[in-house]
């Protein structure tokens, strides 16, 4: 049986094949331009988090101005973020032990979790952040999901095959993964599996407190199919 891991270690893989760069930049652009707002003259030796952070691009862009540890899941991903001198770990958000002045969960990242694993989330950026620290964090509308989201897709890479087939229902994205690598005259059929959950953020108790709400377009040309949220823990 395939694990949560083996699935993330698989997307890792193919995610180069989608093609989202653009879109993921324009995303990180907006995120880098709140933090440089929320920390514009700070002098202290700042740390943040990095939840949930894949390839490590947005956590190198936070490191010139951040002591920066990345958090994943994925082996995978941690082994790319070690090739680009990125300090990254495995370890569940409620062994870490340090405490940070951001914590950031860019792109999709939350909407993996499931409810209660959100709450737990939220309970455990809580316990570690510092007092005035930020939460930022991006959850997928319900029209993003929708409308935006489901679907089929096919890719060629080389000679070999990316089905994708995406289905919303009941608050959940479920999409299947068939990738066909050719190896001599045979293919191997690699096949996964990967549940997102959509979130009505306005219905969750965080104990932080909500300074800012963006609404962002960034595969829609009609509605936002993404909200970023700005929390901060006050003391």
């Known amino acids: 049986m395939n694990t949560y891991e083996d699935s993330l270690d698989f997307y890792a893989r193919i995610e180069p094949l989608f093609g989202f760069y653009e879109a993921y930049d324009e995303l990180y652009r907006v995120y880098l331009k709140e933090i440089n707002r929320l920390f514009k003259g700070s002098q202290a030796d700042l740390k943040a988090l990095d939840f949930g952070c894949g390839n490590g691009k947005f956590t190198s862009l936070l490191s010139l101005n951040f002591d920066i540890?990345?958090?994943?899941?994925?082996?995978?991903?941690?082994?790319?973020?070690?090739?680009?001198?990125?300090?990254?770990?495995?370890?569940?958000?409620?062994?870490?032990?340090?405490?940070?002045?951001?914590?950031?969960?860019?792109?999709?990242?939350?909407?993996?979790?499931?409810?209660?694993?959100?709450?737990?989330?939220?309970?455990?950026?809580y316990e570690r952040l510092n007092p005035n620290g930020?939460?930022?964090?991006?959850?997928?509308?319900?029209?993003?999901?929708?409308?935006?989201?489901?679907?089929?897709?096919?890719?060629?890479?080389?000679?070999?095959?990316l089905v994708v087939d995406s289905l919303f229902e009941n608050d959940e994205l479920k999409t299947k993964f068939m990738y066909f690598e050719k190896i001599g005259d045979l293919y191997k059929k690699n096949e996964f599996q990967i549940t997102q959950h959509y979130h009505d953020f306005k219905n969750k108790?965080?104990?932080?407190k909500q300074i800012k709400k963006l609404s962002i377009k960034l595969f829609s040309d009609s509605l936002a199919d993404k909200n970023i949220y700005i929390l901060q823990k006050i003391f």
């Open 69 to 125: 540890l990345g958090l994943d899941k994925s082996p995978k991903m941690c082994e790319i973020c070690a090739s680009k001198g990125i300090k990254s770990t495995t370890l569940n958000l409620n062994e870490i032990k340090d405490k940070f002045d951001l914590i950031t969960a860019v792109s999709d990242v939350l909407n993996y979790l499931n409810p209660n694993e959100l709450a737990d989330f939220f309970t455990g950026a």
């Open 205 to 208: 108790n965080t104990n932080l």
């Open 134 to 161: 930020y939460l930022i964090f991006d959850l997928n509308t319900e029209f993003g999901f929708d409308s935006v989201a489901s679907g089929s897709l096919y890719i060629q890479d080389n000679e070999n095959d």
